[in-house]
């Protein structure tokens, strides 16, 4: 009677064992970029792999991209700079800067609506040099061994959008709009 008890004991302890193991695997596998999931995907990766849990899951928000910035300078009519500044400035209301972004990602005309509104906004200039500022985000470890911080600006993408003529309201045709220089 003894052999069995411990049979159905060993049996129940081995199947729970599985359960939670299967049901951390379920909620951890589509989050391994937490730091949770960095720990454990030794050990859980080939299960979820095997039952193909491995999917590109996102049960909380995607990854929204680099965070992103104008850098603007406008100029007068001899070339002299009045003004450099960045849009959206880091004390913005989250509005503005969720729009920043909006229009920083669209490739089809959001920067001819950026260069006409800097023109509005620096009335006297006559022309606005535009570039775009992609921030590099830390790794999770970066952070974590204390390497780099959230909001460091080391490294930075910086790419020229153009040039804008106030006056004309118009890009000129020749600018060009792709144009990338690392910041480190």
């Not at 302890?13 to 951890?28: E, K, M, N, T």
């Not at 965070?67 to 960045?86: S, T």
């Not at 089809?108 to 009335?123: A, I, K, S, T, Y």
Request: aromatic residues 10%.
């Amino acid at each position: 009677m003894r052999t069995s008890n411990k049979k159905t004991i060993l049996i129940q302890a081995l199947l729970s064992s599985w359960a939670i193991f299967h049901v951390l695997s379920v909620l951890i596998t589509p989050n391994r970029n937490t730091y949770l999931g960095t720990k454990v995907s030794a050990l859980m990766e080939p299960y979820s792999n095997f039952l193909e849990l491995s999917a590109n899951w996102n049960f909380f928000a995607p990854q929204p991209g680099p965070p992103m910035r104008l850098e603007f300078e406008a100029v007068d009519h001899e070339g002299m700079q009045v003004a450099h500044d960045f849009w959206p400035a880091l004390s913005s209301p989250w509005r503005q800067s969720a729009l920043s972004h909006f229009v920083l990602k669209d490739q089809n005309g959001g920067d001819r609506l950026v260069g006409n509104f800097l023109c509005h906004r620096n009335p006297g200039s006559h022309a606005i040099r535009v570039w775009r500022n992609t921030y590099g985000i830390p790794s999770l470890e970066e952070v974590a061994s204390g390497q780099r911080r959230i909001g460091d600006e080391t490294r930075v993408v910086r790419q020229f959008i153009g040039e804008w003529n106030c006056s004309q309201k118009v890009r000129p045709a020749g600018t060009p709009s792709v144009s990338a220089e690392v910041k480190s």
